[in-house]
């Protein structure tokens, strides 16, 4: 069934906090099986058509060609000025790099590695190697020694582009172990610029003829999987890939990617390009012609600089930072005397984020008189306040990763901040369910994007076709890619629920399920993440498998921990000589028992210990995701798990 809303309907919607209308596509329902009276499969029909033809290395030509004068992208200068990039100027540059790639003697094919943060020249790699037939394979800048000579081993690389020349210095004894990488060249040093020049010599039909053997079926890049455990796998994805993926989001986030009258849409992308959120945004912009920034530091210094200069519509994000800005705010009026009325406004743009969303189910009338007046009241107080730290211009959210909760998209709904929440995996492409504008159902994952289905398995495992997911597995001893989902649903290794409507709830990994002695499966993701969103908890990871009973690792994070102490008259000192401070742990052992009002007894966490350090990506208790290595944390810190069960 589909639904066509009229052009007035977000504005209705959403007009007191915005007051303009949404003019957007039809919001095509999902069709549902179910079986013994639960839903088991929900599917969305594609609402653009599919890629036939073409690469993405057409892009650049094309909105040259449609929209030369268009700005596609903002370069930040040496000054920290945003100096626009036209449509026309950015075809230019993809053409110079891709003549000058082929001018090294690269062919079609070769593998290409790129290894530096989110930066400009990220995306013109992109680009030009696409335009050269070439196979772009990202490495995390923060990734080890090992792990990058793993990535360009395994993938083949010929060429390699590094940000700094630290980073290739770094490389520089494990050349031997590589002999298939011929090139090296280092964005710092300016040798983007000499691939441009290298190749100015060559005729542009060189890279016209390349870029006409490509087609939607043609690989486009590998992207390494994270490696929670084990070595991380090649996922080989196409342009028609990514053509399914990011054709269909544009059509759905209509309000994301179309500018208003007045409002030009832009994104300030600072998620890793590595990861393939950050690159599916990238071409998705790109795509769409929408206004595209590069962030490349998450100090939250750099990163306020560049969103109070760019000013972005929307922010790509994950959970994490949309917490930290909501902690930072209530501890700024916490500072200056004005908690209980944060905590008030906050109240009231939680109720009416979910008065809004009653409207939009039809399941109530939306918000009161006396909650819109309340939120007007509030709105120069907090609201424009923390949309003020994200720049003053953003409305939208795309966020992913980890479940956010209803909580918190309910608070940032009401204070003028649309959440679009998705869920995915590097092997589809990006999002494979998303929020539907108009339709959210605060607490889940959304729909499955257009043209995706979605079904739970008897044990409850999420399963995922679509032409998004992946051709599947580099496997170079196997001769390429060998298939991930030869029976057209690929195993995601996630659990989660359907409801009523179609709606994804994500509850936790299958391979994190914990059996304690007495038999009970517990899924440790809800506890976690509940946690972790706590002011003064930094990480957390659920034990209890083969155990008697379920407990919890804990880590402090420094800014509340150092805000709490402070409110309290004290001195900061580091986290690590707080673990067995009485004053704090009492108010972590009420967070834990609010915790666990979400499970059952036997389910609930009974004991918990306080790390003395922090889990982090360089201590190597993260993925360069976020995602927790269980293994890693379990070994470093055994004696701190035995002690939970023997003390």
């Known amino acids: ?102 001018a090294e003697g690269l062919v079609p094919g070769d593998r290409i590695a790129v290894m530096a943060r989110t930066i400009y020249e990220w995306t013109v790699l992109d680009f030009a190697a696409w335009a050269a037939g070439l196979v772009t394979v990202p490495v995390y800048p923060t990734s080890s020694v090992l792990q990058a000579r793993w990535i360009l081993q395994d993938s083949g690389a010929v060429a390699l582009v590094t940000e700094t020349a630290a980073q290739a210095a770094a490389l520089g004894p494990e050349r031997s172990r590589l002999p298939d990488l011929r090139h090296l060249w280092v964005v710092e040093k300016g040798h983007v610029d000499r691939l441009a020049e290298a190749g100015t010599h060559l005729a542009d039909q060189e890279v016209e003829v390349r870029r006409g053997m490509l087609g939607p079926d043609t690989l486009a890049t590998l992207v390494y999987t994270s490696g929670t455990t084990g070595r991380p796998k090649g996922c080989a994805l196409s342009h028609g890939n990514f053509f399914t993926e990011v054709d269909n ?22 998620l890793p390009m590595s990861h393939v959120f950050g690159r599916m945004v990238a071409i998705a912009c790109v795509r769409a012609r929408v206004r595209l920034g590069h962030a490349p530091s998450i100090t939250a210094q750099d990163l306020l600089a560049d969103l109070a200069s ?49 409207r939009q189910t039809g399941t109530a009338p939306g918000p009161s008189r006396a909650l819109k007046a309340a939120r007007a009241f509030y709105d120069p107080l907090v609201y424009r306040r923390i949309r003020n730290a994200m720049g003053g211009r953003v409305r939208y959210a795309i966020c992913g990763g980890s479940p956010l909760g209803r909580n918190l998209a309910a608070f940032y709904a009401g204070a003028g901040i ?72 690929l195993p995601t290794g996630d659990l989660g629920q359907l409801d009523d409507e179609g709606y994804l709830t994500i509850t936790g990994r299958k391979k994190e399920l914990l059996i304690t002695a007495g038999g009970k499966s517990v899924a440790p993701a809800p506890l976690e993440n509940w946690l972790r969103s706590h002011p003064l908890i930094s990480q957390c990871i659920v034990l209890g498998d083969g155990r008697p009973y379920v407990t919890a690792l804990i880590t402090l994070d420094e800014d509340g921990i150092t805000h ?84």
């Open 249 to 270: 989001a544009v059509e759905l986030l209509y309000p994301v990617f179309r500018s208003k009258t007045g409002d030009e849409a832009s994104v300030l992308l600072f």
């Open 418 to 489: 649309e959440i679009f929440e998705g869920y995915g995996l590097t092997e589809t492409t990006g999002a494979t369910t998303v929020t539907p504008p108009l339709k959210p159902r605060l607490g889940t994952v959304g729909w499955p994007l257009p043209g995706t289905r979605v079904r739970i398995a008897a044990d409850g495992e999420i399963l995922v076709g679509g032409d998004h997911v992946l051709r599947g597995y580099w496997e170079p001893q196997a001769g390429g890619v060998v298939p991930a989902a030869p029976d057209g649903w």
């Open 310 to 358: 760019f000013r972005p519509t929307c922010l790509p994000a994950i959970p994490y930072m949309l917490e930290k800005v909501f902690h930072a705010a209530r501890a700024r009026a916490e500072a200056s005397g004005r908690v209980t009325s944060f905590d008030r406004a906050a109240s009231v743009a939680r109720r009416y984020g979910e008065a809004v969303e009653a």
């Open 564 to 647: 709490w102490r402070r409110m309290n008259g004290k001195h900061p000192v580091p986290p690590a000589l707080l673990a067995d401070d009485e004053e704090l742990r009492a108010i972590l052992r009420r967070a834990v028992d609010e915790a666990n009002k979400m499970v059952s007894r036997p389910e609930s966490i009974r004991r918990f210990a306080v790390l003395p350090e922090d889990l982090t990506e360089e201590a190597g208790f993260l993925t360069p995701s976020m995602k927790l290595r269980r293994e890693a944390v379990l070994r470093a810190f055994a004696a701190e798990v035995e002690g939970l069960y023997t003390q």
């Open 1 to 102: 069934m589909s639904t066509a809303y009229p052009s007035s309907a977000y504005g209705d919607a959403y007009g007191d906090a915005y007051g303009d209308a949404y003019d957007g596509p039809v919001l095509v329902e999902p069709g549902i099986r179910r079986l013994d009276g639960a839903v088991r499969e929900v599917s969305v029909p594609p609402l653009a058509p599919p890629r036939t033809h073409g690469s993405l290395a057409d892009l650049p030509f094309d909105n040259a060609s449609a929209s030369p004068q268009t700005a596609v992208l903002s370069r930040k200068e040496a000054d920290g000025r945003w100096s626009d990039v036209t449509a026309a100027r950015f075809a230019e540059q993809v053409l110079a790099v891709a003549k000058g790639l082929i």
